[in-house]
């Protein structure tokens, strides 16, 4: 950074009146802040690094102080440096303007094999931390482990199963598993079937691996409980939010069994729930059904979750969760982005494999093509039906895809206009436009649109036509005034 970009950085940091993932802020004037380390650790345990901004007082929104000494204190910050594991080099800029100094300190990311960053006296359990936002949190167990088993290369897929044995695996999934690792592979025909065992990731030092148990097992889940998908429908947009009939969920299951039947149990349970839209050809009466959600990447997003998630002992307890909302499919899986992987990076570069050996074994029972195609597929087939971009999210050792179900609405061409008003997009199968023609209170649309559940019927029926614009709030600057009314908005009118 030269003097102009910390200049403008300054400004910006004013104009903004907030810290960011990426910049901290200490006063500085009345000498060296205490407590770097957190915001060393964190800074330097993300991709991105970080800036510490020393000469602006947060207390005072962001005034511009200066800093008490820049040269005793870019002394003190390396000091601080020093004392992290692996030692930490600020990169310093100072910039003066009116009499006060401000200085800044690039803090760069530690590669992820040095990862996480800590501060020695601490240790690396209780001096690691993450950048939340604009704040440092002390990392969880699990996410320092997590840098540990990528850097020390553990195979959680390869664990010993502690009671686990050939006896409690199904003879005729293992032998069709092995005939088709043979395939192609003439030599291992002549090895014996226990080495074969210990080749092929089935057994480890003689005892059966937590791969064996997942693939081939009668009933996985009597070593695992937890490792198990949890699927629910959920009848709005958000949960807590009841049905018609008060029911928080309109399906709910947990799907068991082996990773190649909890695969088709997800889809099962997806087809199921999903909406279909039937549309008919006026001129050749053709039938045309369109899915909420293209299955092909519906099906690599289960795969994904099954085949990548962590199956350490620190998530062991935790199921995959399937959550089917009214606009949305979330998925999320236990175990954020393995390795040097970033969101950006998905579908565009080989990324680390978690669990190769199951993902190969997946590979040879034709569940998986392991050639990287998943993330592309995803994205071409939601694409092909008009359907949002999938969201990717990595937070905090869960790795969420969202899939939206909603499409643009399609405009028609009109004698009138080109243009297609707000009453013509607006969803309104109960008739509240035409009710709230003249004001209506929130009790009288609750009794005229008469649901068990008055939260459900409001949300569902009333909210989308607030938000559209087709009915309007009388005091809007109140939304929860007891006073409040809801009236239609004249065609015309709306925005």
């Not at 601490?122 to 990528?150: C, H, N, W």
Request: net charge neutral.
């Amino acid at each position: 950074m030269v003097e102009t970009e910390l200049k403008e950085l300054l400004v910006k940091i004013q104009n903004r009146k907030c810290e960011e993932q990426i910049v901290e802020v200490k006063a500085a004037h009345k000498g060296c802040p205490e407590k770097l380390y957190d915001t060393l650790s964190s800074f330097s345990n993300q991709d991105s690094g970080g800036t510490l901004v020393f000469g602006l007082d947060e207390k005072q929104n962001f005034a511009k102080v200066g800093v008490y000494d820049p040269q005793d204190l870019q002394k003190r910050v390396m000091e601080y440096g020093e004392q992290m594991t692996p030692v930490v080099r600020p990169v310093f800029t100072v910039y003066a303007e009116e009499e006060k100094v401000f200085v800044s300190a690039e803090i760069p990311p530690v590669d992820i094999t040095e990862r996480p960053c800590f501060k020695t006296a601490k240790g690396r359990l209780q001096g690691s931390y993450i950048r939340v936002g604009d704040a440092d949190k002390p990392m969880t167990e699990y996410e320092v482990y997590s840098y540990e088993a990528f850097r020390k290369k553990y195979r959680d897929d390869i664990r010993e199963v502690a009671g686990a044995s050939l006896e409690t695996l199904d003879p005729t999934k293992l032998e069709d598993y092995l005939l088709r690792k043979k395939k192609n592979r003439p030599h291992l025909e002549t090895v014996p079937t226990e080495q074969l065992y210990e080749l092929t990731g089935v057994m480890k030092n003689g005892k059966v691996t937590l791969s064996a148990v997942m693939l081939f097992g009668y009933y996985p889940q009597a070593f695992f409980p937890q490792l198990s998908v949890i699927a629910t429908c959920v009848p709005s947009t958000e949960m807590g939010i009841l049905d018609e009939t008060g029911q928080r969920f309109t399906d709910s299951r947990r799907i068991e069994g082996t990773l190649p039947e909890m695969l088709e149990g997800s889809l099962a349970f997806i087809r199921t729930n999903m909406r279909t839209a039937t549309t008919i050809d006026p001129k050749t009466g053709a039938r045309r059904d369109t899915p909420q959600y293209p299955m092909d990447a519906v099906r690599e997003v289960v795969l994904n979750a099954l085949v990548h998630r962590d199956y350490s002992i620190h998530t062991e307890g935790m199921p995959i969760q399937l959550t089917m909302y009214a606009d949305r499919l979330e998925i999320s899986n236990p175990g954020g982005l393995y390795g040097r992987l970033t969101v950006d990076q998905l579908g565009h570069i080989q990324p680390d494999t978690r669990n190769p050996v199951m993902v190969t074994a997946m590979e040879v029972l034709e569940q998986t093509e392991n050639r990287y195609s998943g993330i592309p597929r995803i994205r071409h087939a939601m694409a092909e039906l008009s359907l949002p971009e999938p969201v990717f999210s990595d937070r905090r050792g869960t790795f969420i895809v969202t899939l939206y179900n909603q499409r643009e609405p399609i405009r028609h061409e009109r004698k009138e206009s080109a243009e297609v008003t707000q009453q013509d997009t607006a969803y309104d199968p109960k008739g509240l436009l035409a009710f709230c023609q003249n004001p209506k209170t929130r009790k009288e649309v609750i009794e005229y649109l008469n649901i068990p559940s008055a939260q459900y019927a409001l949300h569902k029926y009333l909210d989308p036509l607030v938000k559209c614009g087709a009915i309007r709030l009388t005091i809007p600057e109140k939304p929860k005034s007891p006073k409040q009314k809801y009236v239609t908005i004249a065609g015309k009118d709306r925005g």
